[in-house]
């Protein structure tokens, strides 16, 4: 059972240089959303789809792009990396109940 | 969430029951309530959920008060394994969860 699949798992940019983080996710969920998560401030939902070609902006999608082109994947692109943006990154993937959420990839823009 | 609020740490003795308070000021009506815990290097993982009738599955019970402004996550017997980050959330029509900022239970032997 992969559940929710996210790569790389720790990555190091530097300031302006542009990355996606993967995300896969193999339960045929409909929703799907990235969430970044610093020291003393929980989760905080960046952008989600409901679904394939529709996505839509969370609490902090600013330096942030995302696509649906499948069902599975939904990829985070960081455009321009900034040191603001070092954090850990979560996918989750949301059935009817709950959500299923990937193992994180630590960022690191220097 | 600013509007999800929980104590920053708790500590409970191995095999007693630990109630992990969590207060929604401002939830709406339709805004359900979830739990999440959180192990070292892991993403969250689901524990349980309800809207307003008090819930229990295999892991723990969840009290919803009346009027939904605060909830507790009880775990009947604290286990060595249960030591985590708990986050209480609310999850929106849309599906969306906003994040409390987390209680870090430790579980004295």
């Known amino acids: 059972n992969a559940g929710v699949t996210q790569t790389p798992k720790f990555q190091v940019l530097k300031t302006g240089q542009s990355m996606t983080l993967q995300c896969a996710q193999d339960?045929?969920?409909?929703?799907m959303s990235w969430y970044r998560q610093d020291p003393g401030m929980g989760l905080r939902l960046i952008h989600y789809s409901v679904g394939a070609g529709i996505t839509d902006q969370g609490e902090v999608p600013n330096g942030y792009n995302v696509s649906r082109s499948t069902t599975e994947d939904f990829p985070l692109r960081l455009l321009s990396a900034a040191p603001s943006q070092t954090s850990v990154y979560f996918c989750?993937?949301?059935?009817?109940?709950?959500?299923?959420f990937g193992q994180g990839t630590r960022l690191t823009v220097v | 969430d600013a509007k999800t609020t929980q104590p920053n740490s708790m500590e409970s003795n191995e095999e007693e029951p630990v109630h992990l308070p969590c207060n929604h000021s401002?939830?709406?009506?339709?805004?359900?309530i979830h739990w999440y815990r959180q192990l070292p290097s892991q993403g969250p993982e689901y524990v349980i959920h309800g809207l307003t009738s008090n819930v229990n599955n295999r892991m723990a019970s969840l009290a919803i008060a009346e009027d939904r402004k605060s909830s507790t996550l009880i775990l009947h017997r604290a286990t060595l394994r249960d030591a985590a980050v708990y986050y209480c959330?609310?999850?929106?029509?849309?599906?969306?969860?906003?994040f409390g900022t987390g209680t870090r239970l430790t579980v004295i032997p």
């Open positions: 959330s609310r999850q929106t029509g849309a599906n969306n969860l906003f």
């Open positions: 401002t939830i709406s009506g339709t805004d359900y």
């Open positions: 339960m045929n969920h409909e929703y």
């Open positions: 989750a993937s949301s059935g009817a109940a709950s959500a299923f």
